[in-house]
Structure formats: C-alpha cells, structure tokens
C-alpha cells in the first residue's frame, strides 16, 4: 500500500516537472524566434 502510494506520488512529480520543462523549453524558442 505504502509502496504504491510513493509510486503515484513519484508519477505525479516527474509529470509535473517535464510539463514545467516542456513550457519553459517551449517559451524559450518562442521567445527566441
């Protein structure tokens, strides 16, 4: 149970941060171009 719980929390960190580095990867070109 414990495990599993790590998992989804663990899941949803590394979702939120490639989103993040996807928006700021995504501003920075706009930005650029």
Known sequence: MVFTT??????GVIAGVAAYL????????????
């Open 6 to 11: 790590a998992i989804t929390l663990f899941s």
């Open 22 to 33: 996807v928006g700021w990867v995504l501003k920075n070109i706009a930005g650029v171009e």
